[in-house]
C-alpha cells in the first residue's frame, strides 16, 4: 500500500530526528563499556582463581599423609647409606650382574671355574 499513498513516493520527506540517533549512540556506546567492563573483570577474576587453585591452595592433610608416607617407604631403603651410596640390596645386585660381564671380557667360561674348584677340593 505504499505505492498508493502519495505522500510516500520514492523518498523520505523528512530530516533524520538528530536526537534519536544521538540519543541511540550513546546509550549504544554506554552498554558497549559496561559489558566490557563486567568482561573484564570477569576473565581478572577466573584467571586469579585458577591461579589460587593451582599454586596457593593449601594441601589437604590426605594429601600431606600420603606424601610423608611415600617418602618414608622410599627412603627405608637406603640402610643408612648417605646419598650418594646406593643402597646395599643395589650394589650386590649390580656387582652379580657384573661378574659374568667381566668373565666375557677376559674369556672365562663358568666350566673353566668350575673345573678349577673342582681340583682344589
Avoid at 16 to 22: H, K, L, S, T
Avoid at 50 to 60: C, H, N, R
Wanted: aromatic content about 6%.
Amino acid at each position: 500500500m505504499v505505492g498508493n499513498n502519495k505522500n510516500n513516493a520514492g523518498y523520505e520527506k523528512h530530516d533524520v530526528n538528530i536526537f534519536m540517533v544521538i540519543g541511540f549512540s550513546v546509550v549504544l556506546v554506554v552498554l558497549l563499556i559496561v559489558i566490557l567492563v563486567f568482561l573484564i573483570d570477569y576473565f581478572v577474576e577466573t584467571k586469579e582463581q585458577m591461579i589460587y587453585e593451582a599454586q596457593l591452595q593449601p594441601e589437604s592433610v590426605d594429601l600431606k599423609s600420603l606424601l610423608e608416607a611415600e617418602k618414608k617407604e622410599l627412603t627405608s631403603l637406603r640402610l643408612g647409606q648417605s646419598w650418594h651410596q646406593p643402597p646395599l640390596h643395589m650394589t650386590s645386585g649390580i656387582r652379580l650382574l657384573a661378574i659374568p660381564a667381566r668373565m666375557r671380557s677376559l674369556n672365562i667360561s663358568l666350566r673353566m671355574i668350575l673345573d678349577a674348584l673342582s681340583k682344589h677340593i
